[in-house]
């Protein structure tokens, strides 16, 4: 295969691309995904039938260089899958969804560190031009300087679909005096799902907050860590959309409805 050049997504420098998995390669990602892109997700009229391209090695792209791959790869990903097997057993053998709540065994700091990598990843080249502060924090695997309007959002997913996009706005309650714009970044991939904001807040508030993971070292291990995170469900490919698939199909179902009496 031919090499490919680009823009790191991570040190901005123009160099030879790695492919990057998205989450890591260990934390569930190496099988093959159908990936859709999002002018495909608009024109569907059947959203349990949507065409894209199959990916055989799981989610990610080319967007980091080598050596950001290789460094943060054996700085950080590690401590993620490891947090993801965890995740997965616990959420697998809960009966009593939406919030579940489970103590870990993790390293915070590489955890987080990990998750934020995931983000560059997603958003384009030129998110690292407005983000240099972050570019340092996470190539600075000891640095604890997370940026003051940095932050992250977890949930559990058990969903058969994955969602990536870069930093969106959806408004909420137009026409309301409780109308707000969020903008914001997500990644969702089993057993979680990760919402990025910058001087802003995450599209609803049970969300966990896990930015105060930057307040560990790097080598700091702890054990019975306790976060409780809704259980969302993910349907549609709209980023902030955690409707099940029947109330999906039943809202859409309606307003036809509506169309057809009009």
């Not at 024109?43 to 989610?59: E, F, K, P, Y």
């Not at 099940?244 to 859409?252: G, K, W």
């Amino acid at each position: 295969m031919a090499a490919r050049f680009g823009t790191c997504h991570l040190c901005g420098l123009y160099k030879k691309l790695s492919f990057e998995h998205v989450p890591p390669e260990s934390a569930f990602n190496d099988q093959r995904i159908l990936v859709t892109r999002f002018e495909q997700l608009l024109a569907a009229n059947d959203l349990d039938n949507l065409c894209g391209t199959v990916q055989q090695r799981g989610a990610g792209g080319y967007t980091l260089c080598e050596d950001c791959n290789s460094k943060t790869g054996s700085w950080y990903a590690p401590a993620f899958a490891s947090w993801a097997h965890q995740a997965m057993r616990f959420v697998i053998a809960a009966r009593t969804p939406p919030s579940l709540f489970y103590p870990f065994n993790l390293h915070p700091l590489r955890i987080l560190k990990q998750v934020l990598c995931m983000f560059f990843s997603i958003n384009g080249p030129r998110f690292h031009a407005v983000n240099h502060d972050l570019v340092r924090f996470i190539l600075n695997k000891e640095s604890k300087e997370l940026p003051g309007r940095v932050r992250l959002d977890a949930f559990y997913t058990l969903s058969n679909r994955t969602r990536s996009a870069g930093m969106t706005g959806v408004l909420r309650d137009f026409g309301t005096r409780n109308s707000r714009v969020h903008v914001f970044s997500e990644v969702t991939f089993p057993p979680f799902g990760f919402v990025l904001t910058m001087n802003s807040v995450p599209p609803r508030p049970d969300f966990c907050d896990i930015s105060g993971f930057s307040r560990f070292d790097y080598r700091d291990w702890r054990t019975g860590i306790t976060m409780r995170m809704p259980l969302m469900p993910v349907y549609t490919g709209f980023p902030g959309d955690y409707r099940t698939r029947d109330q999906t199909l039943a809202e859409a179902a309606a307003q036809a409805r509506v169309g057809n009496v009009d």
